[in-house]
């Protein structure tokens, strides 16, 4: 097999052995060789290494590597150790590896410079909004918050936070903090039964970050230095849009310090605190079960699972002595419950 072949095929090669030839060395290479240790010979002549032959191509693979080699007196091929072909063939690779790591960091660096001049342009000359997409978007916040000057606002959900996740997030959080920029996180209400997150967030706060947590769905936003925020596109989870229009990022930094000022501090564990969560999460629960929504959009706009939302609405059946929903949604009725009662307060 010749590396053009899996050059055409789009594959890596790396020192003329390509991604094909290692697939076909395990698929049928190896088997040969197999074959040519136990017979002690291979003779040259075998209809299968002919040109359209079923080992033809494995028959030149293991030629190129050097795991076989043509005996001078008997005209047949003789297995040659396999570690000391390995040597030839793996070490290499793994010196060009590592001088291609090398090189792509130095290419991340020189990119981080013209990168970091685009975002602080603004939007005169080019546009005002970025579509971002898959893997570029963790690329983009990784060098947005390492260019982050002096503020980083954050509104999360809890769904989809994982403790990989969560952990990745707090050394680059961390390094921000440590240069100085003021962080404000938000979260609902139920991250504060998440223990990855209180890990995070003791690490955060610990560097003066501040989290505070809200009983109402919101949706994922970021803000850097007020000059740039990133939200989530309407093609889905895997999009986003980074937004550099002032006005706009002025208008949604508004809303976030409006919502900030009615969260609550997530490091309070005060008794009282935490019965106002409760009552928070117990009023949702009722809005949304007046408003009729499914229980997966239910659960998805407190934060939590399916059946953790379930035992909510079972609270609530026992509390109000009932049945079903639909006995419970009527003693609600008669009794004028809205689960708007704090706010009217």
């Not at 013209?114 to 570029?136: F, K």
């Not at 939590?304 to 049945?323: F, H, N």
Request: aromatic share 6%; with cysteine; charged share 25%.
């Amino acid at each position: 097999m010749s590396t053009s072949r899996g050059a055409e095929r789009g594959s890596v090669c790396v020192l003329g052995f390509s991604a094909d030839d290692r697939e076909l060395f395990e698929s049928q290479g190896a088997a040969l060789f197999e074959e040519v240790v136990k017979q002690g010979s291979l003779c040259p002549d075998d209809a299968r290494f002919d040109d359209g032959g079923a080992e033809h191509d494995a028959f030149h693979l293991l030629l190129r590597m050097g795991l076989l080699q043509l005996d001078p007196e008997s005209r047949e091929y003789a297995a040659v150790d396999p570690s000391s072909v390995q040597a030839t063939i793996v070490t290499p690779m793994s010196a060009e590896g590592a001088e291609l790591l090398t090189e792509s960091s130095r290419w991340a660096a020189a990119f981080s410079g013209v990168s970091t001049a685009w975002r602080r342009s603004g939007p005169t000359g080019h546009g005002s909004i970025t579509e971002l997409q898959g893997d570029a978007i963790d690329v983009f916040l990784e060098s947005l918050v390492t260019d982050a000057q002096f503020e980083l606002l954050t509104a999360q959900p809890q769904t989809g936070r994982d403790a990989a996740g969560l952990a990745a997030a707090a050394v680059r959080d961390m390094a921000a903090l440590d240069r100085g920029v003021r962080m404000r996180i938000l979260y609902q209400h139920s991250a504060r039964r998440s223990a990855a997150t209180h890990k995070y967030v003791a690490q955060v706060t610990g560097r003066g970050a501040e989290v505070r947590t809200l009983d109402e769905f919101f949706n994922r936003l970021i803000v850097v230095d007020r000059t740039t925020a990133v939200i989530p596109s309407s093609q889905g989870l895997d999009a986003a849009l980074a937004i550099r229009e002032p006005s706009v990022v002025a208008y949604l930094v508004d809303m976030f310090d409006r919502t900030w000022e009615r969260a609550r501090p997530f490091t309070n564990r005060e008794n009282s605190m935490l019965r106002h969560v409760a009552t928070e999460q117990r009023a949702m629960t009722i809005r949304m079960l007046i408003e009729g929504h499914a229980d997966p959009t239910s659960a998805k706009r407190l934060g939590v699972s399916p059946r953790t939302y379930a035992g909510y609405v079972a609270d609530l059946k026992e509390e109000y002595q009932v049945m079903t929903r639909f006995q419970l949604g009527y003693a609600m009725g008669q009794q004028g419950v809205s689960g708007r009662e704090d706010e009217d307060d």
